[in-house]
Structure formats: structure tokens, C-alpha cells
């Protein structure tokens, strides 16, 4: 069956620029979860949505990032007036159930290079 | 704050050696330890996923052990092959939601 999709693969953004990513979990699947991946480093948690609430965004590095899952769906992860230490690959990734101890099923990743 | 840490950051090896990649965490209260694979440009793929409760979990070539009250993990990788070159990342589930990762094992084998 289809995986987690992302799009765009890859993001070049200037300084200023706002963008949003797209996260397309697999279907069926309750949770979901932003992850951000720095160059050489291990991903980072951002936020986490159980259906189309957001219990834990703890990790949103500053009040330029937002992100929303309306629907309980389709999740979009939009960063505004983006800056160079916001390039980064982020990743998303769904979980069927809300049972912590499920494992999660991880996208591809959205490169985001800011100029 | 739980910490994840991997030794060693990188390792080059000969193909047909057998590997050791070790996970250590700070706290060790912790609902289970998950290692991934990461391939350049691509997202990460489940490995193995031992529960707290589990010792070890094996799939193949794979062995992962656990050893929770010592806040330790290995992965061992019998044989290895060319095509077992990428990044070796473990994360730990705690009673929050999120992962906590390590900053992950780059492997080269070589013919």
C-alpha cells in the first residue's frame, strides 16, 4: 500500500519567504507527526496531531512555525518569513493508533534550503 | 531531559564483517527503542522495535538488544554487505508521544 508522501521534495526558499509542506499520511492513520532533520544531525520533534488536534507542539522552534491538519488528514507544516537556520529536511510521519508504543511510519522529507 | 547518544558517529569496513553499533540513553524509563535506516535523500525505514519489556528483537542479518536499567542498545549487522551502507539512527519513545533520536551511526562497507 502507499507510505507517507511529502511534496515538495525539495524546497529553495529566500530569507522572508513564507512556504508550506505537505505531509500525506498513510490513510487510516489517527497520528501524525512533524519531525525537523539538520545536516549530520538525528530528526528533532516538532508537533504531534492526534485526528485533527494538536496535543503537543513543544517542539515548534519559534512562533514562524505552524502547522494545522484540518480535516484530520492531509497535514501542512507552513513556516513564515523563513531564515537560514530553518533549512533543514523535514519529516513527517503517521502512526495508525494513538498507542505510543505503535511505531511510525516516516515520509521521505521535504528538503528546505533558505538562501 | 533524555539524551541519546551513538558510537561511533561513522565506521568503514570491509564487506563479510560483522558489526557492533551501540545506543546509550540517559533516562531509562522508556516504553521502547526503535533503530532506523537512513538512505542519502530518503526518509527512514523501521528496522527493529523492541518493547521495554523485550531483551532483543532479530529480523535477518539483524540483532538488536536492549538493556533498559543500563540505558544501553546495540545493533549488531552479521555479514555485511555494500548494500547495508547508509545511516543507523535509534530512537527512544518515553511516555510522551515523540522520539528522541541520536545523531546516528554512517556506515560505508565496502567490496
Known amino acids: 500500500g502507499a507510505g507517507v508522501s511529502q511534496s515538495p521534495r525539495y524546497k529553495v526558499a529566500k530569507r522572508g519567504q513564507d512556504v508550506a509542506l505537505r505531509c500525506d499520511p498513510i490513510?487510516?492513520?489517527?497520528?501524525l507527526f512533524w519531525y525537523q532533520q539538520a545536516l549530520g544531525q538525528g530528526p528533532e520533534f516538532l508537533t504531534y496531531f492526534q485526528n485533527e488536534a494538536q496535543l503537543d507542539k513543544s517542539g515548534l522552534p519559534s512562533d514562524r512555525f505552524f502547522a494545522e491538519r484540518p480535516e484530520g488528514s492531509v497535514s501542512t507544516l507552513k513556516i513564515q518569513r523563513t531564515q537560514q537556520e530553518d533549512s533543514a529536511v523535514y519529516l513527517c510521519?503517521?502512526?495508525?493508533?494513538?498507542?505510543?508504543?505503535?511505531?511510525?511510519?516516516f515520509g521521505p522529507g521535504t528538503r528546505l534550503t533558505v538562501l | 531531559k533524555q539524551e541519546v547518544t551513538q558510537i561511533p558517529a561513522a565506521l568503514s569496513v570491509p564487506e563479510g564483517e560483522n558489526l557492533v553499533l551501540n545506543c546509550s540513553f540517559t533516562d531509562s524509563a522508556i516504553y521502547n527503542l526503535q533503530w532506523f535506516r537512513q538512505d542519502p535523500g530518503k526518509g527512514l525505514t523501521s528496522l527493529l522495535l523492541i518493547q521495554s519489556s523485550q531483551r532483543e528483537q532479530t529480523s535477518g542479518r539483524l540483532n538488536a538488544s536492549l538493556d533498559k536499567s543500563s540505558g544501553r542498545s546495540t545493533l549488531y549487522i552479521a555479514a555485511s554487505q555494500p548494500g547495508d551502507s547508509a545511516t543507523y539512527l535509534c530512537a527512544v519513545k518515553g511516555d510522551t508521544d515523540k522520539l528522541i533520536f541520536g545523531t546516528g551511526t554512517r556506515l560505508q562497507v565496502f567490496p
Open positions: 490513510s487510516g492513520h489517527v497520528s
Open positions: 510521519a503517521s502512526r495508525q493508533r494513538v498507542y505510543i508504543t505503535d511505531t511510525q511510519y
